[in-house]
Each structure stands twice: as structure tokens, then as C-alpha cells.
């Protein structure tokens, strides 16, 4: 099957330039866009609860035209940087997803679930730095996104497979393309001059005992990721919890009182955002 | 090669286009305005040329916003349209130029060279922040005290930025000049989209001119930016440390905190200037009293001298 061949799955994503996201969350931001009291950090704070375009924001800033690749990971200060009107024009080329609505929409709550969790997580073990493991979190499911888009077929029968031999999602997708979404997101996080952590926890955030620079941060999305499931909170392609690695386990070290606490605000949080960005 | 865009569902359009300019250009052909934005993230067209027979208010918003930003400000567009009736108002649609569809064969490439020259010849810019130069920012100024107009002015200079250069490279430094420079335009285009100015005079030194009212504000917001965003040009453990070693002037090894921003702002409003040299020399002297303070923070002069 040549259509499946690695390289040609890996030149199809490297090839993506436009990614769909949710209508809701489009229109309530072109409202925003419209007013003019709104300010730049308004359209900061409102974008990093979007994983679709959080990655568009991240890619055109991090390009070769704006000269600081690799550098800038706070949706925050890439939307200083670029400024409203390019903002704008990213939007314009936003397209809004039909097709597969309901596994977009799952993706979303779970994705900004897992943004939610990894910041708590984060500022609970004193990173210096909890936005970067909140967009780490938001971004690391985007492979699925490159995998629905452009195979979007084979991906329905990967779910279905999934569901029906009750197997996470990743082991129906290295089934049937040779690689899970891990892999497919890492590799276009590469190809848009994404920060190295970036590139690093979205690659790894299966396996994060192999993460070599970032294994705390990794293991912090890897751990976010399992909660979530476990609480419930949206759709990430298949119905199993899997297990918790063990090395990453015990780096990150949390009590019990620790994991109670941080899925307590994520539900608090959760109810928050549903309100301000779906309904 | 040089790139060039052409927008257009027409595929005679199309055609006579490709028939044109497809040996000495690169050509790009698009069916819909959105799809550039794509483009745009990868290099630069020279020019782009738009069919606008059947467009729609959209084309022309994206149009706006393209040119509106300084890094797509050296891309002429030209708008090809059927017959003079559907060219839309100049004040409204930034495009440089027009061309009839039925000329196509015979002006398109000269149209097309004449606009790579003329874009190269009124964008006197900084390479590095494709903000306008000193040139650019002498003629604001002098039109604006010609005009009676009653605005505010501000100098901004980086503190500790050469120990930086000198500590990490010109290239990172040139990375903190661009930011620094973005910044600023966004910030004050934010606050008072029109009527407003920017400028980089060159190295580690900008301008910008707004309203009066709004200029303290932008300050605030530009000095907290860049608190945020220029310390992570730093690495890690210099930046937790709060300072870099370096050598200064004399060359002798030297601990420099990390960079801060500091601004001299002048105006009109109470106090009157007759020369675009004399409003320039009061902002400098107020930046250069802003840089005797310790950190990032802005300075007005408060004379309130009627002449």
C-alpha cells in the first residue's frame, strides 16, 4: 500500500499549511478581534486554550521571516510580536472542521484538559516556567490532527479498530501507519521550527523515560495526558486508560494530596472554560 | 528567481499570465486570497498580483492587512481588473498599481519591473526590522510641526545591550533588535492604530510619535513586554542568575545585569518647537536622563513653557 509508506506519510504531513479548528472558538475570537478594547493580551490568553490555533500562532512566529526560530513558546509573546492584524490574517486561513466534528470536538476538551492539568502540575513541582508546560500539554495530541486531516479514511478505521479490540488509539495508528501521532506531531513540530522542549514532549510524552532534555517537563504531559482520560474529560481517540510509566512516576514524585488537589481545580477549571469558549 | 503571486479563478487570466513572466519569475498561482497567508510564512513574493473582476470585501480586508505590517511592506500589489469601473477607492484598498485585463500581454512584465524598482526606491527601511529609517523619521516629524499637529514623541534605547552582543553574538543580538522592535510597533499600533509612528533610527535606538494622551500608556505596556519576553533570549542559567559576564568598554571582564528598556518622551502640547532637529534633540536628552535611572522606565518632559 503505497499511500501508507513512512516517507510518503511524513512528506503528507510536512506538507500540511492550514489546520481546522472548531467553529465555536473561530467566531467568539473574530468578535474579539472586532472590539476595540480588546488587547493583545486578551487575544494571548484566549488563543492558548486552542491547540489549532495556538499551533498556527507558534508556527508563523517561530518562521524564517520573523528571524527568531526555535525561541518563542508563549502564545503571550508571539501574539506581542506578530501583532493584531497578522493575527487576523492567520485567522482568515483558519479553516473550520465539518467533517469528523465530534472527534475534533473531543480533541479540544481533551487537549485543553491536558494544557489545564500540566500547569498545575508544573507550578506544584516549581517549574519556573508553568505557561511552557500549559502549551506543552495543549499541543501534544497535534499529531492526530495531522493524521486525521490528511488520512482521514484510514484514520477513521484506525478509531474503529481501536474501539473494537479495545486498544489505545496509538497502538491502532502504529498498526496501520507504522507510526503513532506522537511521531507525526514531533515531525511537523520539526518542520515549523517549533522550541526544542516543544518538539521534545510532543514526541515523547509515550515514552518519557527516553526523553533526554526535557524528562520532567515530558513526564508532566505524560502524566496530564492519563489523568485526564481517567477523569473523563473529552475524547482523545479511544476509551482506555493507559498505565502511568513508572520512571516518570517516580521523578515527578506527587502525593496522593497532590493529585487530588490538581484534578479538584482542573474541574473547577474545566467548567470555566466550557463556559467561555463552547457555549 | 524572484516570487511573484497572482491570485485569479480566471484561467484565461491564468494563462496569459504564466505566458508572460513564467521565465523570469517564479510564479505562484492562487485561486483564493486565503491560501497566501500559508505562503507567506515561507518567503516573500516581490510582487503579488490580484485579479479583482469578482472579488469581495474579504479580498480587499486581507489585502489591508497584508500591507499593513511592515515585514510584507516591500510586496507591491497590483489589481487586475476588467475596466476602470471596478477599481475600488485608493483611500480604501492598498494597492500600488492597476492593470487592464485585455493589457496583460503588453505591460504586465514592464508594469512589473517599474514596482520592484519604485518599492525598493520609497521603502527606505531598516534591513533588520523593516521599520522606516532616519530619512523616513525626519520627514514625519517635520510634516507633523507643519501641520500644527500636537503629538508626543518618544526615544527608546536598550540598556546592556552590547555586553549581550558581545556575550552571545551578533545573531542572537540581532534577535533582541527585531523583538524589541515588533514590540514596540504592535504595542503602539494597538493602542492608536492610526495616526501613530514608528521608526528605528539604527543599532539599539527607536522612535515612536502617538497622541499625547496615549503615549504614557503605550510606555507602560511597552516596558512590561519587553520585561516579559527579552530576558528569554538569555540562556537559562544566565537568566535565573540575573546577569552575564562580559567585557566593557576597556576590556576588562565585568558582570552586567540583564537588558532594560529606557524612554525619552517629549511633545507639543505645552511646549512649542519650530524644528523636526530641536523636538528630536529634548527626546534624546529625556532618554538619556531615563537611562541615569536603574531598570526599564520611561520619562515626559514636564516643562510647560509657552513660547
Known amino acids: 500500500m503505497n499511500e501508507l509508506d513512512i516517507r510518503t506519510i511524513r512528506s503528507s504531513i510536512e506538507k500540511i499549511n492550514t489546520l481546522p479548528t472548531i467553529p465555536n472558538v473561530l467566531k467568539k475570537l473574530l468578535k474579539m478581534l ?26 508563523m512566529i517561530n518562521s524564517p521571516i520573523y528571524g527568531f526560530p526555535g525561541r518563542i513558546y508563549s502564545v503571550n509573546q508571539a501574539v506581542i510580536l506578530l501583532g493584531l492584524n497578522v493575527v487576523k490574517g492567520l485567522l482568515l486561513s483558519v479553516s473550520v472542521y465539518d467533517l469528523m466534528k465530534k472527534v475534533m470536538m473531543g480533541l479540544w476538551e481533551h487537549s485543553l484538559a491536558c494544557a489545564i492539568t500540566s500547569r498545575l502540575m508544573a507550578k506544584k513541582k516549581g ?113 482506555t486508560v493507559p498505565p502511568v510509566n513508572e520512571t516518570a512516576w517516580a521523578l515527578l514524585n506527587l502525593s496522593n494530596n497532590d493529585i487530588k488537589e490538581i484534578l479538584k481545580e482542573l474541574e473547577e477549571s474545566m467548567g470555566m472554560a466550557n463556559e467561555l469558549f463552547i457555549e | 528567481m524572484q516570487k511573484i503571486v497572482l491570485i485569479t479563478e480566471d484561467a484565461h ?37 490580484v485579479d479583482i473582476q469578482n472579488c469581495d470585501d474579504y479580498t480587499f480586508d486581507a489585502i489591508n492587512q497584508i500591507k499593513s505590517d ?14 476602470n ?23 504586465l512584465a514592464f508594469r512589473i519591473r517599474l514596482s520592484i524598482h519604485r518599492s525598493k526606491r520609497l521603502n527606505e527601511i531598516n534591513p533588520l526590522t523593516r521599520l522606516p529609517g532616519n530619512i523616513s523619521i525626519d520627514r514625519e516629524i517635520h510634516n507633523r510641526l507643519l501641520n500644527r499637529e500636537e503629538f508626543a514623541i518618544a526615544y527608546a534605547d536598550l540598556d546592556n545591550f552590547k555586553p549581550f552582543n558581545d556575550r552571545y553574538g551578533f545573531g542572537r543580538g540581532d534577535e533582541v533588535i527585531k523583538a524589541t522592535g515588533r514590540l514596540i510597533l504592535n504595542i503602539v499600533k494597538n493602542k492608536q492604530p ?114
Request: glycine share 6%; with cysteine; charged share 25%.
Open chain 2, 13 to 49: 487570466v491564468k494563462e496569459k499570465t504564466e505566458k508572460v513572466l513564467a521565465h523570469s519569475f517564479e510564479l505562484i498561482c492562487l485561486t483564493d486570497i486565503k491560501s497566501i497567508f500559508s505562503f507567506l510564512y515561507d518567503s516573500i513574493p516581490v510582487v503579488v498580483i
Open chain 2, 70 to 83: 511592515p515585514i510584507f511592506g516591500s510586496i507591491s500589489f497590483i489589481a487586475l481588473i476588467f475596466d
Open chain 1, 127 to 239: 517549574l519556573k516556567e508553568p505557561e511552557e508546560s500549559s502549551i506543552a500539554g495543549l499541543l501534544h495530541d497535534i499529531g492526530k490532527v495531522a493524521l486525521i486531516l490528511q488520512f482521514q479514511g484510514y484514520y477513521e478505521t484506525a478509531m474503529s479498530t481501536a474501539d473494537k479490540k479495545n486498544i489505545p488509539i496509538m497502538d491502532a495508528e502504529k498498526e496501520l501507519f507504522n507510526i503513532n501521532h506522537a511521531t507525526a506531531g514531533e515531525w511537523m513540530a520539526e518542520k515549523w521550527s517549533f522550541p526544542r522542549n516543544l518538539i521534545e514532549i510532543i514526541g515523547y510524552h509515550h515514552k518519557p523515560h527516553i526523553s533526554r532534555n526535557f524528562p520532567v517537563e515530558t513526564s508532566i504531559v505524560h502524566l496530564a495526558d492519563i489523568l485526564v482520560r481517567g477523569r473523563g474529560f473529552g475524547f482523545a481517540g479511544d476509551r
Open chain 2, 85 to 107: 469601473d471596478n477599481l475600488p477607492e485608493s483611500e480604501r484598498v492598498f494597492i500600488d498599481d492597476y492593470l487592464k485585463i485585455k493589457d496583460i500581454e503588453s505591460d
Open chain 2, 194 to 307: 492610526s495616526g501613530s509612528f514608528v521608526g528605528h533610527i539604527g543599532g539599539d535606538d527607536f522612535v515612536y510619535m502617538m497622541n499625547y494622551d496615549s503615549i504614557e500608556d503605550a510606555s507602560k505596556e511597552i516596558i512590561n513586554a519587553f520585561e516579559i519576553i527579552i530576558p528569554t533570549f538569555y540562556d537559562i542559567e544566565d537568566r535565573e542568575r540575573g546577569f552575564i559576564e562580559s567585557t566593557d568598554r576597556q576590556g576588562n571582564k565585568r558582570l552586567f545585569p540583564l537588558m532594560t528598556i529606557s524612554i525619552g518622551i517629549t511633545h507639543n502640547r505645552y511646549i512649542q518647537f519650530t524644528h523636526y532637529g530641536e523636538i528630536k534633540e529634548t527626546a534624546s536628552k529625556m532618554k538619556t536622563y531615563a537611562k541615569t535611572f536603574k531598570g526599564s522606565c520611561f520619562k515626559i518632559d514636564e516643562r510647560q513653557i509657552r513660547n
Open chain 1, 34 to 59: 472586532e472590539n476595540p478594547a480588546t488587547s493583545l493580551n486578551d487575544i494571548g490568553h484566549f488563543i492558548s486554550h486552542d491547540p489549532i490555533i495556538t499551533t498556527k500562532v507558534l508556527r
